[in-house]
C-alpha cells in the first residue's frame, strides 16, 4: 500500500506501506496572488473536527475578517445551527457557503492567511496545497500529516492552540512567492506521478528474476 503521508499509516502499522506520495495538483490550476485583501479564510466541511468555531475565535482576536467557504452536510446540520451560526455576524464573520473549483482562486488568493485549526489526525489536507498554490501562507494546528505538509516559518505557521494568535500577527513577516515556489517543489501533480513512478519501480526492481510482468 502507498500513503499520502506517514500520518495516515499510524492507525494501519501492519499494512504493507510501500512508499508515501503526498497529493498533488496540476501546476496552473492556480496562480499566486501577490496583493491579498487582507482577510482570513477557512475552506472545509462545517464540522467539529475541521474547527471553525475555532477559526472564528482566531479571527476575532486577531481583529481580522473571516470568510467561511464550507459546505454543512446533513450530519453537521444540527452542530451548525447551535454552535457555528450564532457565531456568524455578516460583518467581521461571514460564511460565503459552498464554493465551486473555479472560485477557490480568487477565495483563497484574497485571503492573507488560510485557518486549518484541525483536532483531528488529517492524512492529507488538499486545501492546503491548493492555498500554497495561491501563495497563501497556512496557519494550521499541529495534527495529522500537518508537520508533513506545511514548512514551519516558510509556507505558514504550524501551531498549538495557545500559539495560533501570534502566528496570526506574523504573516505578514512570510514571503508570498516563497509559498509558491515552495508549492511548485512539493506538490505538483507531475511531482506526484513521478513519485509513484519511482515506487512502481522499485517494487518491479524487488521481484525474484523469475517473475513475468
Given at each position: 500500500?502507498?500513503?499520502?503521508?506517514?500520518?495516515?499509516?499510524?492507525?494501519?502499522?501492519?499494512?504493507?506501506?510501500?512508499?508515501?506520495?503526498?497529493?498533488?495538483?496540476p501546476?496552473?490550476?492556480?496562480v499566486?496572488?501577490?496583493?491579498?485583501?487582507?482577510?482570513?479564510?477557512?475552506l472545509?466541511?462545517?464540522?467539529?473536527?475541521?474547527?471553525?468555531?475555532?477559526a472564528?475565535?482566531?479571527?476575532?482576536?486577531?481583529?481580522?475578517?473571516?470568510k467561511?467557504?464550507?459546505?454543512v452536510?446533513?450530519?453537521?446540520?444540527?452542530?451548525?445551527?447551535?454552535?457555528?451560526?450564532?457565531?456568524?455576524?455578516?460583518?467581521?464573520?461571514?460564511?460565503?457557503?459552498?464554493?465551486?473549483?473555479?472560485?477557490?482562486?480568487?477565495?483563497?488568493?484574497n485571503?492573507?492567511?488560510?485557518?486549518?485549526?484541525?483536532?483531528?489526525?488529517?492524512?492529507?489536507?488538499?486545501?492546503?496545497?491548493?492555498?500554497?498554490?495561491?501563495?497563501?501562507?497556512?496557519?494550521?494546528?499541529?495534527?495529522?500529516?500537518?508537520?508533513?505538509?506545511?514548512?514551519?516559518?516558510?509556507?505558514?505557521?504550524?501551531?498549538?492552540?495557545?500559539?495560533?494568535?501570534?502566528?496570526?500577527?506574523?504573516?505578514?513577516n512570510?514571503?508570498?512567492?516563497?509559498?509558491?515556489?515552495?508549492?511548485?517543489?512539493r506538490?505538483?501533480?507531475?511531482?506526484?506521478?513521478?513519485?509513484?513512478?519511482?515506487?512502481?519501480?522499485?517494487?518491479?526492481?524487488?521481484?525474484?528474476?523469475?517473475?513475468?510482468?
Amino acid at each position: 500500500m502507498i500513503s499520502v503521508s506517514d500520518a495516515q499509516r499510524v492507525p494501519l502499522p501492519q499494512a504493507r506501506w510501500t512508499g508515501t506520495v503526498y497529493h498533488g495538483i496540476p501546476e496552473d490550476l492556480f496562480v499566486p496572488n501577490l496583493a491579498p485583501e487582507g482577510y482570513l479564510a477557512f475552506l472545509g466541511r462545517i464540522a467539529p473536527e475541521k474547527g471553525p468555531e475555532t477559526a472564528i475565535q482566531l479571527a476575532r482576536a486577531a481583529g481580522l475578517p473571516l470568510k467561511i467557504a464550507a459546505k454543512v452536510d446533513k450530519a453537521d446540520r444540527e452542530y451548525f445551527k447551535e454552535r457555528v451560526e450564532p457565531l456568524i455576524d455578516g460583518d467581521q464573520i461571514q460564511h460565503v457557503g459552498e464554493i465551486d473549483e473555479r472560485q477557490k482562486q480568487a477565495f483563497l488568493g484574497n485571503a492573507a492567511a488560510l485557518l486549518f485549526p484541525i483536532c483531528w489526525p488529517e492524512p492529507f489536507g488538499l486545501v492546503v496545497v491548493e492555498a500554497m498554490a495561491c501563495g497563501t501562507p497556512v496557519i494550521a494546528f499541529r495534527a495529522g500529516s500537518v508537520p508533513e505538509i506545511i514548512d514551519d516559518e516558510l509556507t505558514g505557521f504550524i501551531v498549538d492552540a495557545d500559539e495560533a494568535i501570534a502566528a496570526v500577527g506574523r504573516i505578514r513577516n512570510l514571503d508570498r512567492q516563497n509559498v509558491r515556489k515552495r508549492f511548485e517543489q512539493r506538490f505538483t501533480a507531475r511531482r506526484m506521478a513521478e513519485d509513484y513512478v519511482r515506487v512502481y519501480e522499485g517494487l518491479f526492481a524487488s521481484l525474484p528474476s523469475t517473475v513475468a510482468i
